[in-house]
Every structure is written in C-alpha cells, then in structure tokens.
C-alpha cells in the first residue's frame, strides 16, 4: 500500500506562484511514475504533469513553461512549482503514484488563483 500526502496549495492573486509537495510513503517511490493531476468543478480530473523513475517530463500544454516537476527520491517526494498563475488554474490538484501495475492517489490539495 502507498500512502500519499499532497500540501502546498491554498489562495494565490494572478500571476502568482505556489510549489506544491506530495510525499509518498510505502512502495518503491524511485522505481514509480509520478504524476499532477487537477479537477476543477464540474470537471473531469486531468493530467497537469507527470515525471518517470528516470524523470523524462510530461507536461499538458496549457502548463507549459509555467508549471515544473520534479522529483527528490532521497525524501520520496514530488513538486510541482506552478508560476504565473492564471485563475483557470484554480481546481483540486492531486498526487498520483504509478507503478506499473497499480494507481496509488492523494487526497488532494485545494488550489484557487484569484484575479
């Protein structure tokens, strides 16, 4: 079983930055693909960023040159720093462990970018 622990979020004015921390516990976390994903209401939960056990990088291009994974596998944890906020960024940003075979999900961290 993998537990995991998303923080970091809270309330940011446009163009804002936050660095958001999820870290992981049980499992193999160096060995795991780690991803963001966020779900805003009424929507579906989406891919943001994910980031392999060799940290080859993914990004969703509304993302892209904001947002940046990246992975600390001596403190098995992973960050996403989000710059320039928009308030379309504003949803609940999860943490996902991928091992392969098996998902492993946060509980999710509550993010709102205000304008």
């Known amino acids: 079983q993998v537990h995991l622990v998303e923080s970091g979020g809270g309330l940011v004015q446009a163009g804002g930055s936050l660095r958001l921390s999820c870290a992981a516990s049980g499992g193999s976390f160096s060995t795991a693909t780690m991803g963001w994903y966020r779900q805003a209401p009424g929507n579906e939960r989406d891919l943001v960023a994910r980031?392999?056990?060799?940290?080859?990088?993914d990004y969703v291009d509304s993302v892209k040159g904001r947002f940046t994974i990246s992975r600390d596998n001596a403190k098995n944890t992973v960050y996403l720093q989000m710059n320039s906020l928009k308030p379309e960024d504003t949803a609940v940003y999860y943490c996902?462990?991928?091992?392969?075979?098996?998902?492993?999900w946060g509980q999710g961290t509550q993010v709102t970018v205000s304008s």
């Open positions: 996902k462990y991928h091992n392969g075979v098996l998902d492993f």
């Open positions: 980031i392999s056990r060799r940290s080859d990088t």
